[in-house]
């Protein structure tokens, strides 16, 4: 890619016909495939991802959190009082870890340039592993809290149950409950 004084230490002068092949195989120039090479054929197409609205991300991202420490928030204010049962707290605890975990995971990511995924584990990275497994426990406790919740709905566990109801969504649309 640069020129060499001698052949072994690197000069500051980048070759012209390194830039030239670049630029032919990145824009497909047929014309020099002998010197360059012919690009390596994908298997499946990518398709471009369509835009999302960073508004509505942010406002459901809000939602969720609302929805997930309103409810430990709420019981702090009733002093301690439990409703909902174990199930309500395992989804509020697992959907506000996941959310959050989330956020934390991709602002890592993106400060770090995914440098470094760390350990590697059933093909997806640790980190990743451990939220599509909290996801899936917010998706059962879901479940079973809306199932116990039929006969006596307050706000507070309504509006945890409706927070794992958008969850579902949200977190299929960021892949964490896909396989």
């Known amino acids: 890619m640069r020129r060499s004084p001698d052949g072994f230490q690197r000069g500051d002068e980048i070759a012209p016909a390194y830039l030239e092949q670049v630029a032919s195989w990145v824009t497909g120039d047929r014309s020099r495939a002998g010197e360059v090479g012919t690009p390596p054929q994908q298997e499946r197409q990518s398709a471009p991802v369509p835009a999302g609205s960073p508004v509505a991300q942010l406002a459901v991202l809000g939602v969720l959190v609302v929805a997930f420490a309103g409810y430990g928030v709420g019981a702090l204010v009733r002093r301690g009082r439990r409703s909902g ?24 990511l993106a400060s770090s340039g995914a440098k470094s995924l760390g350990v590697v584990v059933l093909g997806r990275p640790l980190p990743w592993l ?22 006596g709905v307050t706000v507070r ?21 896909l396989p």
Request: net charge positive; aromatic share 8%; charged share 5%.
């Open 157 to 177: 566990s309504g509006l945890l149950v409706a927070g794992g109801v958008l969850f579902v969504p949200w977190a299929v649309h960021w892949g964490l409950l």
């Open 130 to 151: 451990a939220l599509q497994l909290l996801a899936v426990a917010v998706v059962a406790a879901t479940v079973v809290t809306a199932v116990k919740l039929r006969s």
């Open 85 to 108: 049962g174990a199930a309500a707290r395992v989804l509020a605890t697992t959907g506000l870890l996941t959310v959050l975990g989330l956020v934390a995971y991709l602002g890592y």
